[in-house]
Nanobody, 118 residues
């Protein structure tokens, strides 16, 4: 599985960005697909994801109402629309797919930098 992420960049406080992740390869038995982020010196954290169990994305509480995760199953693509961005949102955003049986295997995109200026 290969993941190609794009859409990061520099934005001012209150601005918006849209991240895209396109998956290719042996994409079967997807357990989870979504976005994580990691800021310097901090632990990688989940932003939002779709799970196999449902079509409604799951968000970490701090992102609810500001971020929107969507997908196109036919194109194997997911998007993260990020609104009302704050400097604390600055981080490397990583696309993640968990694929396969018995817990699956995690695949990661190359990461895309989001920088929010104050």
């Amino acid at each position: 599985v290969q993941l190609q992420a794009s859409g990061g960049g520099l934005v001012q406080t209150g601005g918006s960005l849209r991240l895209s992740c396109v998956a290719s390869g042996s994409i079967e038995n997807i357990n989870e697909m979504g976005w994580y982020r990691q800021a310097p010196g901090k632990v990688r954290e989940l932003v939002a994801e779709f799970t196999r169990a449902g079509t409604t994305p799951i968000y970490r509480n701090s992102f609810k109402g500001r971020f929107l995760l969507s997908k196109n199953n036919e194109k194997n693509e997911i998007w993260l629309q990020m609104n009302s961005l704050q400097p604390d949102d600055s981080a490397v955003y990583l696309c993640n797919y968990n694929v396969g049986r018995f817990g699956g295997v995690d695949y990661w995109g190359q990461g895309t930098q989001v920088t929010v200026s104050s």
